[in-house]
């Protein structure tokens, strides 16, 4: 059987969101570790791959947050081991620092929706080369990450020149949030001090990096399928065979067409058949293989990958 891959939580509202569902899709086994609440981590020996999520707490405090000292060290054996190894804004400066890296103080915040630009590296690597135009993703950060040396920089912007880097085909860290939907987005823009901390942020810091609240939700619409992409990349990292369509599926302007509900049923690797049922929004090539995303009754996005759909027909 194979081994689980492991999402390491850092605070209640930080949860894995459409990376989940990419790997549920995919029938790739996951669980979710709830690192604040104090439990131990399972060992590298126990898990088939690492992907550690954002936080409001700093990479450099684990005097107040005793829990991040142990998945650094996890983090570096997970690395040493070869599996695949992904970190997100939090995620990503902590992997950076775990390999010979160092975290520090970014000298804006960026909060919001901001583009990326891909540097010469990105342009030619898997994940990142399909884009047609430069993307843009959901921001949260005042730190940002100086990658170890060999680190390889795939995207860059104007207030954060380090978005996203490369150690192998396999390890990859990024300052942004592709994971995000609307819902999770709403979610953080409902706790508790987040309108205080978002003016008193554009007070100390020009508008260009922080956007007002309304504007998070609004844009999200828009850019939704530049972290849709990306998370659709991401996830064949943890399973690479890409196999030989099954099905016959419509074509795409078919499959696009606004209104056209779609019923599908994916096999995941324990040879189940997984439902899915609701309206394309995109499709296209992504990391080798390609998907189609659908947007289910509750409004949440699913990345599919066209090879594991054993049925495919209209509602």
């Known amino acids: 059987m194979l081994k689980p891959v492991l999402f390491i939580q850092h605070a209640p509202h930080e949860h894995p969101a459409v990376f989940k569902r990419a790997l549920d899709a995919m029938g790739v086994r996951n669980r979710i570790f709830r690192a604040f609440e104090g439990q131990p981590l399972p060992s590298v020996d126990e898990i088939g791959g690492l992907i550690s999520l954002g936080g409001p707490m700093s990479a450099n405090d684990e005097a107040d947050h005793w829990w991040l000292l142990p998945e650094l060290i996890l983090m570096k054996r997970v690395f040493d081991r070869g599996l695949p190894l992904v970190g997100i804004c939090l995620g990503g400066q902590m992997l950076a620092r775990t390999l010979g890296g160092k975290v520090i103080q970014n000298p804006h915040p960026e909060i919001g929706w901001f583009q990326v ?15 047609q ?4 993703f959901y921001q949260w950060h005042y730190d940002t990450f100086l990658p170890p040396e060999g680190a390889q920089i795939l995207a860059e912007s104007p207030l954060c020149p380090r978005q996203a880097y490369r150690m192998n085909e396999r390890t990859y860290g990024f300052q942004f949030h592709p994971e995000v939907d609307y819902q999770l987005i709403h979610e953080w823009l409902s706790v508790d001090g987040t309108d205080e901390e978002i003016l008193q942020a554009k007070m100390a810091h020009h508008e260009e990096c922080v956007q007002e609240p309304a504007l998070h ?48 049923t994916v096999q995941d690797g324990f040879e ?44």
Do not use: C, Y
């Open 133 to 136: 135009t430069e993307p843009s």
């Open 217 to 264: 939700l609004n844009l999200s619409k828009n850019f939704q399928i530049d972290s849709l992409r990306l998370i659709s990349g991401l996830s064949s990292l943890f399973r690479p065979d890409i196999e030989r369509v099954r099905v016959a599926l419509p074509n795409r302007e078919e499959i696009l067409q606004p209104g056209k509900i779609w019923s599908m």
């Open 272 to 315: 189940r058949e997984f439902p899915i049922m609701g309206r394309a929004l995109a499709e296209f090539a992504v990391g080798g293989a390609r998907f189609v995303f659908i947007q289910d009754a509750s409004n949440l996005t699913w990345p599919v990958r066209e090879d594991l759909i054993l049925q495919f027909s209209e509602v």
């Open 117 to 131: 630009h891909r540097t010469e590296l990105g342009l030619k690597d898997l994940i990142f080369k399909e884009f």
